[in-house]
């Protein structure tokens, strides 16, 4: 797996080559993709780029997730109950441990391996285009509030 200044700097040039103009915000943008720290939501990486960039729209967050996903670039993982979520650290499918209380999201790293798809397309001939997993339950830090 990549470490997350890779995977902005591939991001980074995936979008210049685009012709994507890259400004401060939308750097801001890939740094926060590029860690998928808890597969954040849009408004999520709003509050963090507002932070820094006070006059970024919610706007520019959806244009610049959009873009890097047409682009394969960040996956986004789509929930009944609590829309979508973006991860760019792992743009590929992979399966997810989701927490039931507060939403957050991790991949089950080393349990099972990122080439699960790749295992499968060639245990069944089919060339796998998407896949979804995911496990859901209480994550370590809810389980103790309780
Ligand atoms: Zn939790
Ligand atoms: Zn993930």
Known sequence: MKNPK???DVMLSRLRKQGFRVTPQRL???EILSVSEGHPNAEQIYEQVIKDF???S???IYKTINVLKSLGEVLEIG???MGA???GAKPYPHPHVICTKCG???DPEHIITD???LRISEATGYKITRHQLDFYGICPDCQNEE
Do not use: G, K, N, W
Request: charged share 30%; proline share 4%.
């Open 85 to 87: 979520r973006y991860d």
């Open 6 to 8: 890779e995977r902005m």
């Open 115 to 117: 080439d699960l798809s």
């Open 28 to 30: 801001a943008i890939l």
């Open 79 to 81: 929930f009944a109950d």
């Open 104 to 106: 957050r999201i991790v």
């Open 54 to 56: 006070p006059t970024t």
């Open 58 to 60: 919610l706007a520019t």
